[in-house]
T-cell receptor, first 111, second 114 residues
Framework: DAKTTQPPSMDCAEGRAANLPCNHS???????VYWYRQIHSQGPQYIIH???NNETNEMASLIITEDRKSSTLILPHATLRDTAVYYC????????????FGTGTKLQVIP | NAGVTQTPKFQVLKTGQSMTLQCAQD?????MSWYRQDPGMGLRLIHY???????DQGEVPNGYNVSRSTTEDFPLRLLSAAPSQTSVYFC?????????????FGPGTRLTVL
């Protein structure tokens, strides 16, 4: 699996958009970009994933650059409950892949 | 559905003791896995299973055993606990191995080995 690089921490004002970057310069053509988050030592929670095109769901948007070497997770209106560690993971879809989570970005939403 | 359940939530062991961390899911998922998370670290895969009777090693399998006799249960056994195994343990399940959008995590077991 390709390796990812994320900033260790970020702050965001409540109600503003939170933009979390991720670099994955060694991503291969059939690897997806996944985002998970972990709130206060709970089990990780799936947020969104994508291959090439930008994706949006009820939780967030995912913007993937054209060369696929980086991506940005966008939380459009951050709330205090979005304070969490956010993990960017690159992996094949399907098959018997062994997935490893990195250290992620600690997002602190400030009132 | 209860989702993925883990017991116990907290456990303190002495070095050399053995114990089993329980994990159960009621979603009929074929794929189940165990991760450990050390303080300030990401999650690392210990063992995983793609179905009843089939298990395989992850990134950090030493010191742990698993078995999968039923689709619902995937216990993790520590045969002789060591302080290095102090960690938070998460169990996950999903329909398809390695497909991250299908993975559901349990609440975790916090283990301290003295």
């Amino acid at each position: 699996d390709a390796k990812t690089t994320q900033p260790p921490s970020m702050d965001c004002a409540e109600g503003r958009a939170a933009n979390l970057p991720c670099n994955h310069s060694t991503i291969s053509g059939n690897e997806y970009v996944y985002w998970y988050r972990q709130i206060h030592s709970q089990g990780p929670q799936y947020i969104i994933h994508g291959l090439k095109n930008n994706e949006t769901n009820e939780m967030a948007s995912l913007i993937i650059t054209e060369d696929r070497k980086s991506s940005t997770l966008i939380l459009p209106h951050a709330t205090l409950r979005d304070t969490a560690v956010y993990y960017c993971i690159v992996s094949y879809s399907g098959g018997y892949q062994k997935v490893t989570f990195g250290t992620g970005t600690k997002l602190q939403v400030i009132p | 559905n209860a989702g993925v359940t883990q017991t116990p939530k907290f456990q303190v062991l002495k070095t050399g003791q053995s114990m089993t961390l329980q994990c159960a899911q009621d979603m009929n998922h074929e794929y189940m896995s165990w991760y450990r998370q050390d303080p300030g670290m990401g999650l690392r895969l210990i063992h995983y299973s793609v179905g009843a009777g089939i298990t395989d090693q992850g990134e950090v399998p030493n010191g742990y055993n698993v078995s999968r006799s039923t689709t619902e249960d995937f216990p993790l056994r520590l045969l002789s606990a060591a302080p290095s195994q102090t960690s938070v343990y998460f169990c996950a399940s999903g329909y398809i191995a390695g497909v991250l959008d299908e993975q559901f995590f349990g609440p975790g077991t916090r283990l301290t080995v003295l």
